[in-house]
């Protein structure tokens, strides 16, 4: 069983990121667990500039100099890699037209 201040000071978790794909300047917003008390983001290893909007959501921005690689948050009790990579890219949208039959 856990104690309390085991409970609080847990290892964050990503569990996903919009978009998937970004180039420099862009925001990236990130979801998750245990964003308590973050230090630090990174795109591929790359420091980036962030805002904690909650305990489970942050916007980050992409990096000057970032790669296509996961994201990774630092809290002071641990870092969580994200499992997809962020494709440092330019995002193209498809978007499928509205049939209807008269």
Known sequence: MLDAA?????VPAIT???PG????????SIR?????????????????????????SINATVPAGATTGPISVT???????SAANFFVATCYLQFMPLVSKL
């Open 16 to 18: 996903s990121f919009f």
């Open 6 to 10: 085991a409970a609080v000071n847990a």
């Open 32 to 56: 998750g667990s245990d964003f308590t008390d973050v230090t630090d983001v990174r795109f591929n290893g790359t420091i980036a500039i962030f805002s904690k909007l909650s305990n489970t």
């Open 21 to 28: 794909c970004g180039l420099t300047g862009a925001t990236i």
């Open 75 to 81: 809290t002071t009790y641990g870092t969580a890699t």
